[in-house]
């Protein structure tokens, strides 16, 4: 079996509902991102996948939907107002822990059919979440 990881970053502003500590205001981040792939074949140039291709793939929409965003839960009373004033705002259902980042990162990937097996994403330098395809696989 064939791996292959590519790294991202972007910046993103977020806080968390009903949480008693810092992280409940709104703060930003310099997020990290590993994305790893898995095939048990490769192609004809001896690849998994271009590393080219898999930030065209998965780096634009990072680029796009959550660099320079404040992602928030669709509960979160401030939703409302940024989007009021045009300010650039990614919605998720549940709270943007790094958990829930990690996760929906995997699940995009995986419909834009990447054969994605795990991503790690780390809020801080110290503090990282990872969300994998093996609890699925037993």
Not at 26 to 49: E, F, Q
Not at 82 to 93: D, F, G, M
Request: hydrophobic share 35%; proline share 4%.
């Amino acid at each position: 079996m064939f791996t292959i990881s590519r790294n991202f970053s972007f910046c993103y502003g977020h806080r968390l509902l009903n949480y008693d500590g810092k992280c409940s205001h709104l703060h930003g981040h310099n997020a990290r991102v590993k994305i790893t792939l898995r095939s048990p074949k490769l192609d004809d140039n001896g690849m998994l996948l271009d590393f080219t291709k898999i930030k065209k793939i998965i780096g634009e929409w990072i680029n796009d939907n959550l660099d320079h965003r404040v992602i928030l839960c669709e509960k979160d009373p401030l939703v409302k107002l940024l989007l009021q004033y045009n300010e650039p705002v990614y919605i998720l259902s549940d709270n943007p822990t790094a958990e829930n980042l990690a996760r929906i990162i995997f699940n995009r990937c995986e419909s834009l059919k990447l054969p994605v097996v795990s991503v790690k994403f780390w809020e801080t330098d110290n503090c990282c979440a990872e969300f994998n395809s093996d609890f699925f696989n037993n």
